[in-house]
């Protein structure tokens, strides 16, 4: 069974950054959308930032400009730096992979592997 398994969770303040990693088999990083979702309390999960590896990354609005997503080469894993972090940005962000057959789309259906999550904390 593929796994995807994320790390670099944690609490930071407001205006604070984080690198979320996520590992996967190295099949995944050039055949598959890989996304970033997060889901907060009391909130629908929606995709944060998505790795397309036929194109250019496809960011939230929440994110432009603070978050950015890529493939790490050297460690093999997918990440994602988040900068000047919100107290919005409180969630739980999963690594989600899914074939690339036309495109990469921010719908969750869309991605058949998923990591466990991994706690994201911002306080003011």
């Known amino acids: 069974q593929v796994q995807l398994v994320e790390s670099g969770g944690g609490s930071v303040q407001a205006g604070g950054s984080l690198r979320l990693s996520c590992t996967a088999p190295?099949?995944?990083?050039?055949?598959?959308?890989m996304a970033w979702f997060r889901q907060g309390p009391g909130k629908e999960r929606e995709a944060v930032a998505i790795n397309d590896p036929q194109g250019e990354p496809i960011y939230a609005d929440s994110g432009k400009g603070r978050f950015t997503i890529a493939i790490d080469n050297d460690r093999n894993e997918l990440f994602l730096q988040m900068t000047n972090l919100k107290v919005e940005d409180t969630a739980t962000y999963y690594c989600a992979a899914g074939f690339r057959a036309f495109g990469c789309e921010k719908l969750s259906g869309r991605y058949n592997l998923w990591g466990q999550g991994t706690q994201v904390t911002v306080s003011s």
């Open positions: 190295e099949y995944i990083y050039t055949g598959f959308c």
